[in-house]
C-alpha cells in the first residue's frame, strides 16, 4: 500500500488536499463475507490488501442471528447421502437462481465450512466426528448447522483473529461514499477506486478534510444488504447497506424484487424464529399504548386453538412470510400480524409467560406434539419449554435488557435479508464492471427461495471464489493511475460541489429524508404488494432523489456528511428497488418468495378477510428467469427478464479436467 496527494477545490472555492491510499486489492466492509475475502487473498501470496470499514464491530454479520442461527452445507452426518449436484439442486430449486452459480455453491460449501472449522468455530459433532446437522426451511436432507444463537458473530470472532494473526492492515471508521470506475480500451468499463469518509478525523477540523481517497486494481465489495432502505426491519440499526454506491456507478443487479420477511422483535431488532415459536407463545395485541384492549386475536382466524397453535409452532420451521402458505398456511399468522400493527395502527407482543387461552397438548398436530415431547418440553408455559430446548434464547434478550419473565416481546413483520443484488459471475465478478468482486448479502446470488443459512455459505464460498479469480487473472498491476487521478478528481469536485452549504434554497436533512424513503418501502415494497401503490411509490421516489440531487445537504460534522451521502445513496437504490418491484408485479409474476401482490380477483386468504386481501396467484413460468436491473443517476432504469442458466453438465474425466486446471483454463 502507499500513500499519495490529489488536489481538489473546497465547496469555498479554496484548495483542498486528500490522501490517496493505492492499493492492489482493497476489500469494502468487515462481515464474515469481507473479511474471508480478504483472508483468502492473504493465502494466495497476494499481500498488497486493505479492509476498509465502519467498523470491525458494526455491519451484520457480528450483530444478528436468530434463536438458532443456521450454516448451510453439504450433508455430512449419518446415511444422508449427498453430493455436489444433489445440493445445487436443491438451492436451484428455489426459482431464478442460475444453475452455475448454484453448483459452485454447492461444490465449495465443505471447503468453506472446513475452513470455518479449523479457524475454531465449534459446529458440533458426535463421538466419532461426524458433523451432525438439522432440516431447515426448503431442505430435502439435514443440511444445516449451527453453533447456536450467534453463528455469523463466532463466525466474524474468528476471521477477525485470523485476519489480525495475518497482519492484514484494516482501516476502521470509514465510510464509504462513491465508487470510481474508468472506461478502458474497446468500451469496457473497470473499477478503480473509491472515496470514503473518515469517521476518526479530527474533532473541529472542516468535514470536508475528512475525505480520502482509494485507488485499486481489485475491489472486494462487502457491504451486506440493504439495512438502511425499510423502516419496519430486523437489520441491525447500525448496517445502512451500500449496493447504491454500485447501483450508482452503473452497476447491474438482479432479482431486486426478492426479499425475506418475518416476524421479528422490535425492541431488541431478532428474528423469532424457530424456537421462539415451536414453544408457542400468546399472540397479543394491544392499543397503541401497549397496554389498553389486550386481546388475544388470532383464534377467530382458526377452526380450532389445537390448529391456531400447531400453526404458531410450524412458524418456527416456515419463519419467512412465505405467499404460499398464506391462505390455509402458517404465514397467515404474518399476515394478520401485518393487520393489527399497520392496519388497525395497534401493537402486538409475544407473551412467553403463559399458554395461549385454551392450550393443550393433545390439541396440537402429531408434528407439533412429537417434537416437544421428544425435546421432554411438554411443560406447563412458553417459557418453561423455551429455557428447556433453547436457554440460550432466552439469555440473548436478557443480555439486551428484555427478561421474557417480566414483560411480553414487542413484534413486527420486519424486513431481514435480499436474496437479490449485484449480478455476479462464477467467479463473483460483477457482470458489467470488470474488477469489481460484490461478495456476500450485496451479491444476487439467491433466488425467489433458498433453504435457511444458505446466505452465510454463500459469502464464504464468494470470498474462495474472488480470491482464486484475481490471483489468476488479476495479479498484476493494470490501473492507469494517471487516469485515475484525472478521473478521481472529476468525481470529488462533483461531490463537493453538493456541499456547497453557503447555497439558499433546497438544504435537506438526512434523518427527515431516510424517514421518508424507509417508509415508503415499508409500506410499498414490503411483502403485501399493491399495483396501484407502487405506481405512486416510484413516482415519489425519483422526485425524493432528484429534490436530494438539485439540493444541499445540511451536516456539522464529519458524522453528519457520512451520514447524510450515505442517505443520497440508500435514496437512489430505494428508487431502484421499487421500479424493479413495480416492474415484476407488471410482468405478471404474482406472489411469489416473500411477498403478495394484491388483486381483487385473486386467490381468498381467509374468509373473515374480504376482497382487498385477495393476491394474484404466482406464474410459475418466471422461476425460470432471472430479472436484471441497470440504472442511471438520472433516473432511467432498464429492467429485463432473462433465461436463467441451467446446472452446467460435467464430464468430470480427470485427466481433462487435471489439465485444464494445470492450464489456468478453468479461469476462462
Given at each position: 500500500m502507499?500513500?499519495?496527494?490529489i488536489?481538489?477545490h473546497r ?12 492499493v ?12 474471508n ?8 501470496g ?5 479492509i ?9 454479520s ?28 436443491t ?13 459452485v455453491?454447492a ?10 472449522v ?17 432440516k ?6 439435514r ?26 492492515p484494516?482501516?476502521?471508521g ?9 472506461e ?51 437489520y ?39 424456537t ?9 395485541s394491544t ?10 386475536f388470532l ?41 393489527e ?27 407439533a ?11 406447563p ?12 434464547a ?15 416481546l ?12 449485484l ?16 461478495v456476500?448479502e450485496?451479491n ?12 452465510l455459505?454463500a ?33 470529488l ?34 411483502h ?8 405512486t411509490?416510484?413516482a ?7 429534490r ?17 451521502l ?58 425460470e428467469?432471472?430479472?436484471e ?21 460435467s ?6 479436467a ?11
Amino acid at each position: 500500500m502507499k500513500l499519495d496527494l490529489i488536489q481538489v477545490h473546497r465547496p469555498d472555492g479554496r484548495g483542498l488536499t486528500l490522501p490517496i491510499y493505492i492499493v492492489h486489492n482493497l476489500v469494502i466492509g468487515s462481515g464474515a463475507a469481507g473479511l474471508n475475502a480478504a483472508l483468502q487473498l492473504h493465502k494466495r501470496g497476494l499481500d498488497d490488501v486493505l479492509i476498509i470499514t465502519e467498523g470491525l464491530g458494526m455491519g451484520t454479520s457480528i450483530n444478528t442471528g436468530s434463536d438458532k442461527q443456521t450454516y448451510y452445507k453439504l450433508s455430512l452426518f449419518d446415511g444422508d447421502a449427498d453430493s455436489p449436484l444433489e445440493l445445487a439442486e436443491t438451492l436451484f430449486a428455489g426459482g431464478s437462481m442460475h444453475g452455475d452459480i448454484a453448483l459452485v455453491e454447492a461444490s465449495l460449501s465443505t471447503r468453506a465450512f472446513f475452513h470455518l472449522v479449523e479457524l475454531g468455530i465449534s459446529f458440533p459433532q458426535d463421538r466419532y466426528g461426524e458433523f451432525v446437522g438439522y432440516k431447515t426451511d426448503h431442505d430435502p436432507r439435514r443440511r444445516a448447522t449451527s453453533v447456536g444463537p450467534y453463528t455469523s458473530r463466532e463466525m466474524c470472532r474468528a476471521l477477525i483473529a485470523a485476519v489480525k494473526q495475518a497482519g492484514i492492515p484494516v482501516h476502521e471508521g470509514r465510510v464509504v461514499v462513491a465508487l470510481l470506475t474508468l472506461e478502458e480500451r474497446g468500451g469496457n468499463r473497470r473499477i478503480a477506486g473509491a472515496v470514503a469518509v473518515n469517521l476518526e478525523a479530527p474533532s473541529g477540523s472542516d468535514p470536508v478534510e475528512s475525505l480520502e481517497v482509494y485507488a485499486a486494481e481489485n475491489i472486494v465489495f462487502a457491504v451486506g444488504g440493504p439495512g438502511g432502505l425499510y423502516k419496519t426491519s430486523v437489520y441491525p440499526s447500525v448496517h445502512a447497506g451500500g449496493i447504491g454506491l454500485a447501483l450508482l456507478a452503473g452497476a447491474k443487479a438482479q432479482n431486486l424484487p426478492e426479499s425475506q420477511f418475518g416476524l421479528s422483535s422490535i425492541g431488541f431488532r431478532w428474528n423469532v424464529s424457530g424456537t421462539y415459536m415451536q414453544v408457542i407463545p400468546r399472540f397479543i395485541s394491544t392499543e397503541a399504548d401497549g397496554v389498553t384492549d389486550p386481546r388475544e386475536f388470532l383464534r377467530p382466524y382458526f377452526s380450532s386453538v389445537g390448529e391456531m397453535n400447531s400453526m404458531v409452532f410450524l412458524k418456527g420451521y416456515q419463519w419467512p412470510f412465505d405467499a404460499r402458505k398464506v391462505a390455509g398456511g402458517s404465514s397467515l399468522i404474518d399476515l394478520l400480524v401485518y393487520i393489527e400493527t399497520v392496519i388497525k395502527k395497534r401493537r402486538v407482543f409475544l407473551d412467553f409467560r403463559s399458554d395461549p387461552e385454551g392450550f393443550t397438548f393433545e390439541d396440537l398436530s402429531r408434528e407439533a406434539l412429537d417434537y416437544l415431547t421428544n425435546s421432554q418440553a411438554l411443560l406447563p408455559t412458553p417459557l418453561a419449554r423455551l429455557a428447556r430446548m433453547n436457554p440460550a434464547a432466552i439469555e440473548l434478550y436478557r443480555e439486551h435488557g428484555i427478561d421474557l419473565a417480566s414483560a411480553p416481546l414487542e413484534i413486527a413483520v420486519c424486513a431481514q435479508h435480499n436474496n437479490g443484488g449485484l449480478a455476479g459471475n462464477i467467479w463473483w465478478e460483477l457482470v458489467n464492471i470488470k474488477h469489481l468482486f460484490p461478495v456476500g448479502e450485496v451479491n444476487g446470488s439467491h433466488g425467489v427461495y433458498r433453504p435457511g443459512g444458505a446466505a452465510l455459505n454463500a459469502g464464504q464460498v464468494g470470498g474462495f471464489r474472488a480470491a482464486a479469480y484475481i490471483k489468476n487473472r488479476y495479479h498484476g498491476w493494470t490501473l492507469d493511475l494517471q487516469s485515475f487521478a484525472t478521473s478521481a478528481k472529476k468525481e470529488l469536485d462533483a461531490l463537493l460541489s453538493r456541499l456547497r452549504q453557503e447555497q439558499k434554497g433546497n438544504v435537506w436533512w438526512w434523518p427527515e429524508e431516510r424517514l421518508l424513503f424507509q417508509a415508503r418501502m415499508s409500506e410499498a415494497g414490503a411483502h403485501v404488494r399493491r399495483p396501484e401503490r407502487l405506481v405512486t411509490a416510484v413516482a415519489e421516489a425519483w422526485e425524493q432523489w432528484h429534490r436530494l440531487e438539485s439540493g444541499v445537504p445540511a451536516f456539522e460534522d464529519v458524522k453528519d456528511l457520512a451520514a447524510a451521502l450515505t442517505t443520497r445513496q440508500l435514496c437512489f437504490a430505494h428508487a431502484v428497488y421499487l421500479e424493479a418491484i413495480a416492474f415484476a408485479v407488471r410482468s405478471g409474476v404474482g406472489s411469489r418468495g416473500s411477498a403478495i401482490v394484491v388483486d381483487g380477483r385473486g386467490t381468498p386468504v381467509h374468509p373473515l378477510l374480504g376482497d382487498e386481501w385477495r393476491f394474484a396467484p404466482e406464474d410459475p413460468s418466471f422461476r425460470e428467469k432471472v430479472l436484471e436491473t441497470e440504472a442511471t443517476p438520472d433516473g432511467r432504469v432498464r429492467n429485463e427478464w432473462v433465461a436463467r442458466r441451467p446446472i452446467p453438465q460435467s464430464e468430470g474425466w480427470f485427466e481433462t479436467a487435471w489439465a485444464a486446471y494445470c492450464a489456468g483454463e478453468i479461469y476462462g
